[in-house]
């Protein structure tokens, strides 16, 4: 894989590029709000040490092709709305998996669809997926809506496959196919 550490792509209201370090309040302040993390894989960040050490991951990742994050800017005033990743990247298989998260504030407006759209474009056009899934909690309707607008499919079901914090939930997992990709 390529390296990712310096691509940026842009939306008609995003600018979508690698998160730096002067993020990290921004994104603490997003990843530590329990509404932003009802349904996530983790349980809420509790101090601002996580979004630093995020971050640095990122850019040894991104720089190795590892995966590719992007942090959301709002172009109108440079706020930092959430991030968007694809990850799991099985070279050859050409598939990989999708994750995203954002501000409660930012909710309802589409934004998070603008940059879904974007990345995908990103993943099927120039990384040349032929597949990319998605593992969410079944009982997250924005998060399935959000996929279902951009022609996932639901494609599976996966009983207590996580636990955090003392909490088990299911898996609902999706695809979306490269042949089914804006047709
Ligand atoms: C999942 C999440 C990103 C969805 O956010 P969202 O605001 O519903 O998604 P979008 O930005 O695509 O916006 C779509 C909504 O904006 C509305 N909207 C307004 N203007 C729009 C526009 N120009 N284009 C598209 N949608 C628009 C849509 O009607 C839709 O609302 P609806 O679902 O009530 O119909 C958000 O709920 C979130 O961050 N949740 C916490 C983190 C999380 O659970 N992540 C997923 C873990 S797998």
Not at 45 to 69: F, N, Q
Not at 104 to 122: D, F, I, P, T, V
Not at 154 to 181: A, T
Request: some cysteine; aromatic content about 10%.
């Amino acid at each position: 894989m390529p390296s990712f550490d310096q691509l940026t792509l842009t939306t008609p209201r995003l600018l979508l590029r690698p998160l730096r370090d002067a993020d990290a309040p921004a994104l603490f302040a997003i990843f530590s709000d329990p509404r932003v993390m009802r349904y996530w894989s983790t349980p809420p960040w509790p101090t601002l040490e996580e979004a630093h050490k995020l971050i640095a991951r990122d850019v040894e990742s991104m720089a190795a092709g590892k995966y590719v994050r992007f942090g959301m800017e709002r172009l109108e005033d440079g706020q930092l709305l959430g991030n968007c990743t694809l990850f799991n990247l099985y070279e050859q298989c050409r598939r990989a998996e999708i994750g995203y998260g954002m501000s409660a504030a930012a909710w309802g407006k589409g934004y998070m669809h603008e940059a879904l759209s974007a990345m995908l474009a990103y993943g099927f056009d120039e990384m040349a997926l032929n597949r990319v899934e998605a593992d969410i909690d079944p009982r997250n309707e924005a998060s399935a809506r959000s996929l279902e607008r951009l022609g996932f499919k639901k494609e599976g079901h996966l009983r207590e496959r996580w636990i955090v914090d003392g909490e088990v939930s299911d898996s609902g997992l999706y695809g979306l196919l490269r042949s089914e990709w804006k047709k």
